[in-house]
């Protein structure tokens, strides 16, 4: 099992989940970064763009489950292998496709592939990391997912502009291609885990109440940031802004998720993660609010990227730990199971109140509603069972 030593083998599998949720990013936001030119080349209206996004996520409210039952039963490598090679080639039939339908296709397929990966990183990272650097390797994986986002936007605009709108669908693929790679030639069992019977079982019901409790703070988290994320390229578009004003907003919400994720994770033993986790909300709610209603989208950008990531690994943690480790694999697919669900229908709800007020900004409003969701649930989770226990398992 995880002893509090960094092993090579440890951080090379860190590395390539890193790399992985760096694709995952970059693969989800295409449609956001593209969103004005999609929605001319393809006629899109504000709640169509939202649908292209959340196809990504459908798959996951399905397949979520199995892959936990599937990955108890046949192991992490092949899951998490197969999951990598899907999101590749769903990039590659996006990249390929001459219509909406193909688009939508390939991200559904790309969609599946995340499932596995997504699933089963906490529990192999609990397997591999323990004490203090569990919570710092869950802050660095869980602060890779804004890196591909940032980059996205940076990159598949001029990259679109240059080589036609298929050119960042292939540069998905390939990211997530290398992703593969490192993880089949990178992957061992941690020692002690392979020793663990392969079989079909599930958690117990209090475990499956604090996963799916600690699963729904994690959706409302991630749906009220990424729909901030996914239309805060055309809210600026649509007031003026140019394209090096929404690289930089773009720039400092997404990549100032990495050193604000990690921070976070490094802080929540000296602090405690309730005051971590108020500290991250309220900064997202104030954040997403203030760029809705006001015009200064770069500034709300640094409260949102900063102070808004603080509380990621926090959660994830939670998730992770509120099964015990027999019991990771499905009580995490659990977990995304609503994660999925909520971040499928985020977007479209956020799209859709944008057409409602015709303004973009309206998104901006629904993501700010969205993310304050999770402090009520956040606190029903302490009331289910005291935190200090959770963090007793890591």
Same mark, same amino acid.
């Given at each position: ?12 599998? @860190? ?11 970059? !693969? ?53 292998? @197969? ?37 089963? !990183? ?5 397997? #591999? ?40 669908? #292939? ?42 409790? %600690? ?7 991630? %749906? ?11 809210? /600026? ?17 997404? #990549? ?66 509120? %099964? ?39 998104? /901006? ?8 969701? %999770? ?15 959770? @963090?007793?398992?890591?």
């Amino acid at each position: 099992m995880a002893t509090e030593k960094l092993s090579r083998r440890g951080l090379a599998i @860190l590395v390539a989940f890193a790399l992985a949720r760096i694709g995952f990013g970059f !693969q989800l936001q295409t449609i956001g970064s593209l969103g004005p030119q999609l929605r001319s080349l393809f006629g899109l209206d504000y709640a169509a763009l939202g649908a292209l996004i959340g196809v990504y996520m459908l798959p996951g409210a399905f397949v979520a489950l199995p892959v936990g039952l599937l990955g108890r039963r046949f192991g992490d490598h092949l899951l998490v292998g @197969l999951g990598l090679a899907l999101m590749a080639i769903g990039g590659a039939v996006a990249a390929s496709s001459s219509d909406v339908r193909g688009i939508g296709l390939g991200r559904m397929v790309s969609g599946v592939g995340a499932v596995a990966m997504i699933v089963m !990183q906490g529990k192999i990272i609990a397997d #591999w990391f323990a004490g203090r650097f569990f919570l710092l390797a869950i802050s660095i994986s869980v602060g890779a997912f804004p890196i591909g986002l940032g980059l996205g936007q940076l990159i598949q605009p001029p990259l679109a502009n240059a080589l036609g709108w298929h050119a960042p669908f #292939w540069a998905g693929a390939a990211i997530t291609a290398v992703a593969t790679l490192l993880f089949v030639t990178s992957f061992r069992p941690a020692p002690g885990v392979a020793a663990i019977p392969r079989r079909f079982s599930l958690p117990s019901r209090r475990e499956v109440l604090l996963v799916l409790v %600690a699963g729904a703070v994690w959706a409302a988290y991630t %749906a009220g940031y990424s729909s901030y994320v996914y239309y805060l390229p055309s809210l /600026m578009a649509a007031r003026g802004g140019g394209l090096a004003a929404t690289g930089l907003a773009m720039a400092i919400a997404t #990549w100032g998720n990495v050193p604000g994720t990690i921070i976070g994770g490094a802080l929540v033993h000296r602090f405690g993660g309730l005051r971590i986790f108020l500290v991250g909300t309220l900064a997202l709610i104030v954040g997403m609010l203030g760029t809705g209603l006001t015009g200064f989208a770069v500034c709300w950008a640094v409260i949102v990227g900063l102070l808004g990531s603080v509380h990621g690994g926090v959660i994830i943690a939670l998730g992770t730990l509120s %099964a015990r480790p027999e019991h990771r694999a499905v009580g995490m697919s659990l977990f995304y199971t609503v994660y999925y669900g909520g971040n499928t229908v985020g977007p479209g709800f956020c799209g859709w109140t944008a057409d409602r007020l015709g303004d973009p900004a309206g998104a /901006m409003l629904a993501a700010g509603l969205i993310s304050s969701a %999770a402090l009520p649930v956040y606190l029903l989770h302490r009331q289910l069972i005291p935190h200090a226990i959770l @963090l007793a398992r890591a």
